[in-house]
Every structure is written in structure tokens, then in C-alpha cells.
């Protein structure tokens, strides 16, 4: 593989690292940003037209030079123009107190545990005494009876809030991932709407939200089970949001999540059960564009109605490109492929590139497309059930190889038995698939729909009871694990320079490799060093309830008190599991709800929460005392007790 063949990979490295580099990029203007792009382009233009003038290739570092720069810069210029920021009328941007505001219903309704959500678009606000211009999307939380359907026009009263950061260390940045999705707010409006007619807005999404709606009431009649309804619903449509928690965590810890996230897998089944019935290459030329126009609308009607997930958009893109390639009888490179789906997906929305499944789609297909070949050829079986075994096992390790620290980074987990699971899962799949394509089609058609579904349904039953057996063995996965971004880079290099040895082997590569295998150590050595001087109490801004942790080098003791689950998982667990200490205890307190004396060890000192008003004692030695605001710890200024319960305290003590 010569990276020269490949020129659309070139592009989008260097489209992406403007995407990357936007954030550090604060001080350009739009006019800044134009002014930088024409000079780009005229340069480049120039040099071209002077190569064609004297029919000569010069400038051969510096035509590259200009071409990767002007890539560069409009991956930044796309960034700059998609975000809310830039955009003076956007509702983030308003100085002004919103009253109410007019917007239309873009999203259908979402089943909460306490209300419906819906996503719509703003189109005027007003602050109580004039009308003002206004854009943006924000999520509003209901309790109508009657739901709101896509395309409604409403008017809503009140002011939207400001979706919240995260108000403890290693809680999922909710806010951030809201903003990378252009989304700034969201306002529970119970039932203070008023509806005021209705519009086509997005007619094709719209369409295919209705078409959904269908197929999902004929699996509800269909499929009586609930958990094989809830995998059916997953699997075929890509609705997971609903999915009952011990389902979901038996497929993650199996490593089988991937087949309920539709992705290039399911796109990739309904690319290739066409061409099991007619070759296209073996058709006349409008015959095969026919043919192959009728397959890019059904697999771009398919992603549309799973709704255009980062890993759909990614398969169907690609798959498009192939075929429209093999209108001509082309054999066309996969990796160009890849290479401008990619491209092409940023150009539309650069922001997918912080999307977890835009990474892990093309992460997976890059291991995929690289080692499995590498893999397989390792074990030449003469047993075909067994070969169709390796193949499919091969394909799980090459995913993994270079997944690994993606999944690790998000999730801090690693499916100990992947290929078991992959064994069961992907043949499982492909077989749910096979009969449940044809359900989603003749949903409607009674007697076909109860066969189809039946079938489905038991499949179904059969696949999530191979799961569970899978979870259930021990050490089904390893948990709490941690990596950081240059972790992951470094990472990156070894499988890149790894590859590189075993298909062009050189000296080099292999000094490299064991060159990055001791910076990691040193690094991680390094990240280690705070952690052997530091005693830090932490109190965790935990809603009602109070959880403590006091972590003096490589112990940890653990308290907590009216921590409801929900805030115990996601605002407590991740920095607990972050520290992972060679040994944990108990803290010993003493007390009621609103009045709590916590005793630390070895008779350092003590903790009083009095509601939610914390006071040290005064033998309690401090160093200085911090508060987790915007993503890291300042310094909190406090003379007598210290308000709790909005966000995370940490006391670091001599």
C-alpha cells in the first residue's frame, strides 16, 4: 500500500487538522479567514497556471505546500461558519431576557421518566416588549397528552435555560456534547404552549419520521417480548434510547453494543443482499445504472429512517461512492472511498468529528481494512466451519486493535470475550437482518408481519440469551480504565509504525516502536508523581445527598449519604473509578439528613454538614481548598463553612 494512491486520504488528514485546530484559532475574523483563503488560492492558482504556461512541473514542494495549507485553513473556516458562537442572532447570543418565543417542532417525541422531550427551531423571540430576531435549536421538556408532532408551530412561554457544565470532576460534559450538536439550551415548559398551525419544514425528514412511527407500532404488535422488542428496535432501526439498562450493559460488556448501533455492518447487509440476486458488472451499461441508482435511494432511504447516525451517514456515503464508481465497471480504491465519505460529511457538518460514533466508524474500518488481512493470514484452518469462525474472529481483532483506545477513552471498559461475543453477535445479526428487512417492509400486512415478526422475535430471544451466558462468565470485562489524549497518540503511532514493520520491514521502525513503548512509561510514570504527596478530600456536588472521598496517596476512603442512583453514576463514579487506589475503606460518620459529622482517619480531623454547609475542623491541616467550575478546579475563597452540593469541593491538606 503506497500512501500515494490515495489522494482523498491526503485531503481529509489536512481538512481534519483545520477542524482541530479551530478552537485555538479565537482571534480570526470572518474577513481574517477570507482574506487568508484568497491569498491561498491565488498563490496556488498562480503557480498552476504558470506549470501549464511552461508546460513543466516546477515548485514541487511549494504547490503541495499551498494546496494542504488552503485544506487546512477551510476545515477551520468550516468549523468558524457552523459555530453558534459566530452567529450574532443565535439565542446564545442574546444580551436581552427571552419572554417567549415562536419555533417549530423538528424532532419527534422522546418518552422521558418524567416528561417528553422534542427538538425545535427558533424563529422569533420576544423579551416582553419587542419582537427580536432569534435562530437555534433548543430541547423543550413537556407533559402534553397529545405530543407534539414534527412540523407544528408553537408558541412558548418563558425563558430558556442555559444547558449546565458538568459540576464534578470526570462527569460526562453534557453541555459540550449539546454544543457540538449546536444546541446551547433547553427550557421545561410543562404545558405552557400554544399551538398555532403547522408547516412541511423538512418534508423528507418528516416523511421517513412518519414511515419509522409505523414500523415501530408494528413491532410493539408483532413482537411481544420486551427485551427481544427493545433489541429489534435497536438493531433494525438504531432506537436505543429506551433500551431497558441490565440489556444494554450485557451487550457493552460482551462487546456486542456494535450491532445494535446500525452502522456500516447493517448498511453493508443491505448493499450486499442485492448483489447476491444480479452481479452489476454483468449488465449493460443503463441497465447497471439503473440497477445501482435503485441501491444508493435504499440505502440512503435506510439511513434516513434509522435517523443518519455519524456510523450510517459514514456506510452510506461510502457505499454510494463505490457503486456510482462501478457504473463505469471500475474497481474503485476502498480507501478513497473512506477517505471522501469522510470528506463529505465534514463539508455538511464539521463538528461529527467529536462524535463517538463518527471516530469509532472509521477507526473500526481502517483496523478492519488494515490487520484483518494481517490476522488471517496467521491460521489457515482446513475445516470450513471453523475458517468461517476465524474469518469473523479475525475481523473482531483487527476492530479492536485499533478501537482500543477510542472505546477506552469514552467508556473506560474492555469486553474481555469480544470474540465469543462476535461469534454469536455478527452471524446473529446477519440472520435478524435477513428476516427483519422484509418485516420493516410488510409491516402492514397482517399475516406476513405475524410470520416475519414470530421469527424475528425468536432469533431475537435466542441472540440475547447467547449474550447474557457471555456476560455472566468471569471477568467479562475489564473496567476502569483509563487513557488521555497523548496516551492515545502515542498508542496511535505504535499500531501505525507496527503495521509499517510487518509490511515493509525496516530497522527504524522497530527503534521507533520501542522508542514510544518507553516515552508511554516515563509519561505514565510521570502522571503518577501528584498522586504519591497529595491528600485530597473531595466533596462531590451530588444534588441532596453527600458523597466524600478522602484520598491520601494510594488509599482512598469512600462515604456517601442520600446519593440517588442516577446522580451517584454519573456525577460520584467516573472520578472514583479515575483514581482506581490500591486499597479502599470506609468513613466513619455519625448523625441525621441535615445535620452529619464525618471523622477522617488517624485523627486528622473532621467534617460538619449542616444542610448544605460544610465547616472543617480546626485541626484539620489545609492547604488550600478548590471548587470544580468550567471544566477544571479554581481557587474558592471561604471564611467560616463552605456551601455544598452544587458542584464538587476539593480540600487539599498538608
Known amino acids: 500500500m503506497q500512501f500515494g494512491e490515495f489522494p482523498f486520504l491526503r485531503y481529509v488528514l489536512f481538512f481534519i487538522l483545520g477542524i482541530l485546530i479551530y478552537p485555538y484559532l479565537g482571534f480570526m475574523s470572518k474577513e481574517s479567514y477570507h482574506s487568508i483563503l484568497l491569498l491561498l488560492f491565488l498563490g496556488y492558482s498562480l503557480l498552476i497556471g504558470l506549470n501549464l504556461y511552461f508546460k513543466r512541473y516546477n515548485f514541487k514542494v511549494l504547490v503541495p505546500l499551498l494546496a494542504y495549507m488552503l485544506l487546512l485553513v477551510l476545515g477551520s473556516y468550516f468549523m468558524f461558519s457552523k459555530d453558534i458562537q459566530n452567529n450574532a442572532d443565535h439565542i446564545s447570543q442574546q444580551k436581552v431576557i427571552i419572554k417567549g418565543y415562536l419555533a417549530v417542532v423538528l424532532g419527534a417525541d422522546e418518552q422521558k421518566p418524567n416528561s417528553i422531550a422534542n427538538r425545535v427551531s427558533l424563529i422569533s423571540g420576544n423579551d416582553g416588549e419587542k419582537s427580536i430576531p432569534l435562530q437555534g435549536e433548543i430541547l423543550i421538556y413537556h407533559r402534553s397528552e397529545t405530543g407534539l408532532q414534527p412540523g407544528e408551530i408553537l408558541w412558548i412561554s418563558g425563558t430558556p435555560q442555559i444547558i449546565t457544565p458538568p459540576s464534578n470532576p470526570g462527569e460526562f460534559n453534557y453541555q459540550r456534547f449539546?454544543?457540538?450538536?449546536?444546541?446551547?439550551?433547553?427550557?421545561?415548559?410543562?404545558?405552557?404552549?400554544?399551538?398555532?398551525?403547522?408547516?412541511?419544514?423538512?418534508?423528507?425528514?418528516?416523511?421517513?419520521?412518519?414511515?419509522?412511527?409505523?414500523?415501530?407500532?408494528?413491532?410493539?404488535?408483532?413482537?411481544?417480548?420486551?427485551?427481544?422488542?427493545?433489541?429489534?428496535?435497536?438493531?433494525?432501526?438504531?432506537?436505543?434510547?429506551?433500551?431497558?439498562?441490565?440489556?444494554?450493559?450485557?451487550?457493552?460488556?460482551?462487546?456486542?453494543?456494535?450491532?445494535?448501533?446500525?452502522?456500516?455492518?447493517?448498511?453493508?447487509?443491505?448493499?450486499?443482499?442485492?448483489?447476491?440476486?444480479?452481479?452489476?458488472?454483468?449488465?449493460?451499461?443503463?441497465?447497471?445504472?439503473?440497477?445501482?441508482?435503485?441501491?444508493?435511494?435504499?440505502?440512503?432511504?435506510?439511513?434516513?429512517?434509522?435517523?443518519m447516525s455519524p456510523s450510517v451517514m459514514r456506510a452510506a456515503t461510502m457505499f454510494s461512492l463505490m457503486a456510482l464508481a462501478q457504473m463505469k465497471s471500475r474497481n474503485p480504491s476502498v480507501f478513497n472511498a473512506i477517505a471522501l465519505s469522510a470528506l463529505l460529511i465534514l463539508l455538511f457538518d464539521p463538528f461529527l468529528i467529536y462524535a463517538v460514533g463518527f471516530q469509532l466508524s472509521y477507526v473500526a474500518l481502517l483496523g478492519i481494512l488494515l490487520f484483518q488481512p494481517l490476522v488471517v493470514n496467521l491460521w489457515h484452518p482446513k475445516n470450513k466451519l471453523i475458517e468461517y469462525a476465524w474469518q469473523i474472529s479475525s475481523v473482531?481483532?483487527?476492530?479492536?486493535?485499533?478501537?482500543?483506545?477510542?472505546s477506552v477513552y469514552y467508556f473506560h471498559i474492555f469486553p474481555t470475550y469480544f470474540i465469543f461475543s462476535n461469534l454469536v453477535a455478527i452471524p446473529g445479526a446477519f440472520l435478524i437482518m435477513s428476516f427483519g428487512v422484509p418485516f420493516m417492509l410488510l409491516v402492514n400486512v397482517p399475516l406476513v408481519a405475524g410470520v416475519l415478526g414470530w421469527v424475528v422475535e425468536n432469533l431475537i430471544l435466542i441472540l440475547n440469551k447467547l449474550i447474557f451466558f457471555i456476560n455472566q462468565l468471569p471477568n467479562a470485562q475489564l473496567s476502569g480504565l483509563q487513557l488521555d489524549e497523548l496516551a492515545i497518540?502515542?498508542?496511535?503511532?505504535?499500531?501505525?509504525?507496527?503495521?509499517?514493520?510487518?509490511?515493509?520491514?525496516?530497522?527504524?521502525?522497530?527503534?521507533?516502536?520501542?522508542?514510544?513503548i518507553l516515552m508511554f512509561g516515563v509519561y505514565r510514570f510521570v502522571l503518577l508523581l501528584p498522586s504519591m504527596e497529595r491528600k485530597e478530600l473531595i466533596i462531590y456536588g451530588a444534588g441532596e445527598g453527600i458523597a466524600v472521598d478522602y484520598i491520601p496517596i494510594n488509599v482512598a476512603y469512600y462515604w456517601q449519604n442520600g446519593v440517588n442512583d442516577s446522580n451517584f453514576s454519573y456525577k460520584v463514579l467516573p472520578n472514583r473509578k479515575e483514581k482506581v487506589p490500591e486499597k479502599v475503606f470506609g468513613l466513619m460518620a455519625f448523625g441525621h439528613k441535615d445535620s452529619i459529622r464525618i471523622y477522617l482517619p488517624e485523627r486528622i480531623g473532621e467534617l460538619?454538614?449542616?444542610?448544605?454547609?460544610?465547616?472543617?475542623?480546626?485541626?484539620l491541616d489545609i492547604k488550600f481548598i478548590q471548587r470544580w467550575e468550567q471544566g477544571g478546579w479554581i481557587e474558592y475563597h471561604s471564611q467560616d463553612s463552605i456551601v455544598v452540593g452544587a458542584a464538587a469541593i476539593k480540600i487539599t491538606l498538608n
Open 178 to 307: 449539546m454544543i457540538r450538536q449546536q444546541i446551547s439550551h433547553q427550557h421545561f415548559i410543562n404545558e405552557k404552549f400554544l399551538r398555532l398551525g403547522k408547516v412541511n419544514q423538512q418534508p423528507i425528514e418528516n416523511f421517513f419520521l412518519k414511515v419509522r412511527a409505523s414500523i415501530l407500532q408494528g413491532m410493539d404488535q408483532q413482537i411481544e417480548d420486551p427485551k427481544a422488542n427493545q433489541v429489534a428496535k435497536a438493531l433494525l432501526l438504531g432506537q436505543k434510547k429506551n433500551m431497558d439498562k441490565d440489556l444494554s450493559n450485557a451487550y457493552a460488556a460482551t462487546g456486542a453494543m456494535h450491532i445494535l448501533a446500525v452502522s456500516g455492518l447493517h448498511v453493508g447487509i443491505v448493499y450486499g443482499f442485492f448483489f447476491l440476486f444480479i452481479k452489476p458488472y454483468r449488465l449493460p451499461v443503463k441497465k447497471r445504472i439503473i440497477y445501482l441508482s435503485f441501491i444508493i435511494l435504499l440505502i440512503w432511504g435506510y439511513a434516513f429512517l434509522t435517523g
Open 396 to 406: 473482531g481483532i483487527a476492530a479492536q486493535l485499533t478501537t482500543f483506545p477510542v
Open 489 to 516: 497518540l502515542i498508542y496511535a503511532v505504535v499500531i501505525a509504525l507496527t503495521y509499517l514493520l510487518i509490511t515493509v520491514p525496516k530497522k527504524w521502525q522497530l527503534y521507533s516502536i520501542m522508542t514510544c
Open 608 to 619: 460538619s454538614f449542616v444542610s448544605n454547609q460544610l465547616t472543617a475542623s480546626q485541626n
